[in-house]
């Protein structure tokens, strides 16, 4: 046992050796602190000198910062007697604790931690600083290793962070030839640690070191970036999935109160803005968590992109949404005019709206994310534009017919139409087709380029909605029954809501097989063809009244026969002849008949509405329209 301890201090020894011995050499170091490669080593640098200097008194920058960097090492790996070597490289000014010394090459290794990996090739060595007589080269004293461009990414990092960067490393050569870390850089350290503080070192302790080496395979964001950082990413993403969860059920909370409020449109608001929301908030958590992180540029440039354009999509989706909220307020600002041009506008309005986004945020997308030139692609949109309207001519002469629709009017949505061998009602008008409701319930999608050649014929358009029919009367009526009946007609017809009061016909019109047939020939001012039936019906029905009150019996197909005698009777009159007042007084008759069948209906003090369809069975409950009415159950 005795001798295994005495081979393990053997082999400790040569170990802690081994690096000096290397430096002694040929001036490198095989010590690796920090995961970022800031500069790669000539392929054809110089031999090293063939006078090596000791490891104590180093000869060149390179020999120093490699010293330095190894005796550090061995600090790290409990080497107590190796800070005499790091401390060696410092130009310390007397009065200087040794603690303050140690403080001192700590925080400095701690700044080349944060640097990036340290290529020892791109220090001058030997060679560099006392060049051979031969060359034409000067001997040089001094070599500011920092600042440098290599590491002008550090200034961009703390910018960021709202730090600026102080203090400079700097190796310089005494009398004795020997290079160190000079007295300015001795005062530089502590200001340059504070200022990079907040760069991510590579490693914090000895634990994490191990750590880091595994994770250097991965490369250098998973080399320099610390642990607690990809601890902070992970909570970042759950920070942002949280609120964004909270943001999301809270709006959904308001729009379901403020639609049950009435406030339709402000409750569309919140509810499309809370998916987008709960987005965003979930991006920004991703944005704070990535900035934790240690990257390349290329690397961080990638990232911010990423982000970017979850942040934009974000944007899009919200406003995207929004649209419903557009097309919700135009729709009840329809509901309030007459005109039906705007329902058949606001549908286009909205898709309209919704293919402008997705092509402003598509090419927002490609400028800003991806650094796409997009006038290049706004200079091919002109030819491109004569290639697709080519290939798309169908297509256009769509969009042709639905401008015809549009600013000819031939109808409108809601109207009754007839185009060649269809028939149906209009349900909607768009870019590409028109879509119409059969009164089979069925859902034809017609061209709109169909629409430019073909004949119209809108029910839709008729300001009245005609009605011409006979009735039939016995021939036993009298003339003043006759008289009487239609003259009541007529003030049946004057007195209803939904007539047309300025032409109509009413008169005896016929004599027919079986019966005296009556000319009703009147027009309906209604909205829609329910309304229109049900109106016919109550005049239908008011004339059944009417004829009853009169006397007057309606007729039917009959065949009377007559045998003939040959007594002839003399011929004796059925009516009698008519005086100066008897049509008058038989009009009178028939107003008064109309007018007491309709005095006490329910339309005569307010216009019924137009009809309405209620779902359920009927109570048997009758509104003043005629309507049934149906009691909601609580």
Known sequence: ??????????????????????????????TATPAVQTAQAPTDAPAPASATPAPDHPASPRDTMAVFLSAMNQVDDGNDQAWDRALACFDFEPGLTPQQQRDIGRMLLDVLNRMGR?????????????????????????????????????????????????????????DQGRWRFSRQTVEDIPGLYKSTELLPPAYHDQRNRELGNIVTLFGPTFDVTPTWAWAALLGAIFLGLLAGKIAQSTLRSAANRLIKRGWEVRGIVFDNAASPASFALLSLGLAVGLSLVHMEQKLRVFSNNIVLFLLILALGWLLFNLVEVIDAALRRLSEKTESKLDDQIVPLI???????????????VAQNVFGLDITGWLAGLGIAGLAVSLAAQDSIKNLFGSITVLFDKPFIVGDWVVIDDLEGTVEEVGFRSTRIRTFYNSLITLPNAHLISASVDNYGKRTYRRWKTHIGVQYDTTPDQLMAFTEGIRELVRSHPYTRKDYFQVWCHEFAGSSLNILLYIFHEVPDWSTELRERERLFIDIVRLADALGVSFAFPTQTVHLYKEEHKPYETQHEAPKSMTDRRSMVDGIRAAQQVIQDQ????????????TKGPTDLKIDEHGNPVIEKED
Request: aromatic share 10%.
């Open 602 to 613: 329910p339309w005569r003090n307010e216009t019924p509405g137009p009809v309405t369809f």
């Open 350 to 364: 909205r898709k309209s709206l919704r293919i402008f986004l997705v092509v402003v945020f598509t090419l927002l």
């Open 1 to 30: 046992m005795r001798t295994r301890r005495i081979h393990l201090l053997v082999l400790t020894a040569l170990w802690t050796l081994l690096p000096c011995h290397l430096l002694a050499q040929d001036g490198k170091t095989a």
């Open 118 to 174: 340290i290529d020892i090739e791109t220090i001058p060595g030997a060679l560099e600083v006392s060049p051979p007589p031969d060359q034409d080269a000067k001997p040089i004293s001094r070599y500011q290793f920092f600042p440098a461009r290599e590491y002008g990414w550090m200034w961009d990092k703390l910018a960021s962070y709202g730090k600026a960067l102080t203090g400079s490393i700097i190796l310089q050569s005494d």
